[in-house]
């Protein structure tokens, strides 16, 4: 056999056992301080891409985009699959300034978690479509949730949202919240000059001041919501979870550079030797077997 038949048949052996070793962009597995893990990723070609879009690491900062703007990302809850995000121009129990609103993409995979709240502020009770007349009687009520009631009175106990010096019946509270087919909540549609959200009390339901402020949103990983098992096995061998291809297929980001179809470990199966074996050292093995096979052939 002549070196370019051996040459071939040492790349048919590099392919079988090494079938999509790539380079590419490294992931990261942080952005800023917070722990990035599927589906979440750091830059083109991590993570799951039903995310890539929404989700953006930029300059160590995790940002959460829509159609109305960037906001802050303040933590991830893995176990749970929740992620919390700030809204800079919303009013807190520290500070009331005034806002255009929040929204969610329509085909956004993320939905309101069951314990976020949204607070309308300032509303106008002589226009806003989220209040009504009572017939023949010289007042309005608001067409939300009632059992905000409690939450309004104690938000207007802070002093920064009291310099509205509005009463109180100007507050409306939705939760479970729902923006309706336009996932949109536009205050100035709404004659609302601002709003707030909170997603937990901490154990302090009468002290406005200790309240989570933020957004808490719920994600999938897909329709039956099971975590992938080649992303798992990816995990474990140090790798991120991206994608790759014109058909966006699953691959296992290594840690210097290289992506592979199953995980950053050969798993071979041709010896149990060689199982587990990182995949810098598989390279070294298989290119001292292909010089071996070359020279007995030659």
């Known amino acids: ?8 048949f040492l790349s048919c052996i590099f392919f079988i056992f090494l079938p ?13 301080n917070i722990p990035i893990k599927y589906p979440f990723g750091t830059g083109t070609g991590c993570g799951d891409p039903r995310f890539q879009h929404y989700v953006i690491c930029n300059n160590q900062q995790l940002s959460f985009k829509t159609h109305t703007g960037c ?37 956004a995979p993320f939905s309101f978690h069951d314990d976020t709240v949204f607070a309308l502020l300032d509303c106008s009770t002589d226009s806003s479509p989220i209040y009504k007349s009572n017939e023949g009687v010289n007042s309005t ?29 100007t507050c409306c509270v939705y939760t479970p919240v729902d923006l309706g087919p336009a996932f949109e909540m536009d205050l100035e549609k709404l004659h609302c000059s601002s709003y707030s959200a909170l997603y937990g009390f901490s154990n302090q339901e009468l002290n406005p001041q200790a309240w989570k402020y933020g957004v808490a949103l719920k994600y999938k990983f897909n329709f039956n919501n099971d975590y992938p098992d080649m992303c798992a096995s990816c995990e474990k061998s140090n790798g991120v979870c991206g994608y790759g291809g014109p058909y966006s297929s699953f691959v296992c980001n290594c840690p210097s550079g290289f992506n592979t ?27 001292a077997l292909g010089w071996f096979i070359i020279l007995v052939l030659m």
């Open 141 to 169: 009520f608001p067409m939300c949730d009632s059992q905000g009631a409690p939450v309004c009175s104690l938000l207007y106990s802070c002093q920064a949202i009291s310099r509205l010096n509005l009463p109180i019946s």
């Open 20 to 32: 999509s070793l790539i380079t590419s962009q490294t992931c990261q597995k942080t952005c800023g």
């Open 261 to 287: 179809t199953n995980d950053c470990f050969l798993g071979s199966s041709w010896s149990n030797s060689f199982r587990n074996v990182p995949w810098q050292t598989g390279i070294l093995l298989i290119n």
């Open 1 to 8: 056999m002549n070196f370019k038949n051996s040459s071939t």
């Open 71 to 107: 906001y802050p990302v303040t933590s991830i809850d893995y176990n749970y699959q929740v992620m919390y995000i700030s809204d800079p121009s919303m009013s807190t129990c520290a500070c009331t300034q005034p806002s255009k609103g929040f929204s969610l993409d329509a085909n």
